[in-house]
Nanobody, 125 residues
Framework: QVQLVESGGGLVQAGGSLRLSCAAS????????MAWFRQAPGKEREFVAH????????VYADSVKGRFTVSRDNVKKLLYLQMSSLKPEDTAVYYC??????????????????WGQGTQVTVSS
């Protein structure tokens, strides 16, 4: 049974930091591209960052570049998102996702095969 379980969300003041984790099970984690997406109230789910199976390719959305860092531990089957200099506009539910494809564009929702349930991040001003 495939599972992606996010944790680490919470309430933080603007300028603060949070570290999200995503625990994977039930599939070959080290063969999948992993990603973080987020969805704010009333908005579409949007791409945040993705990391290739080896960690050798990492791409960020322009809105988080320089503030967020994505990483993975293939032994522990964990995906991370270190978020710094948080802004109120970062408030959203954050989702991790997994894709087995090597040809689909990794910045769109439909490229991903598995999704977690999400963790809420709220940044107060």
């Amino acid at each position: 049974q495939v599972q992606l379980v996010e944790s680490g969300g919470g309430l933080v003041q603007a300028g603060g930091s949070l570290r999200l984790s995503c625990a994977a099970s039930g599939f070959a984690f080290n063969a999948y591209t992993m990603a973080w997406f987020r969805q704010a109230p009333g908005k579409e789910r949007e791409f945040v960052a993705h990391i290739s199976w080896s960690g050798g390719t990492i791409v960020y959305a322009d809105s988080v570049k320089g503030r967020f860092t994505v990483s993975r531990d293939n032994v522990k089957k964990l995906l991370y998102l270190q978020m710094s200099s948080l802004k109120p506009e970062d408030t959203a539910v954050y989702y991790c996702a997994a894709s087995y494809s090597t040809v689909r564009p990794m910045g769109i929702r439909s490229s991903y095969d598995y999704w977690g349930q999400g963790t809420q991040v709220t940044v107060s001003s």
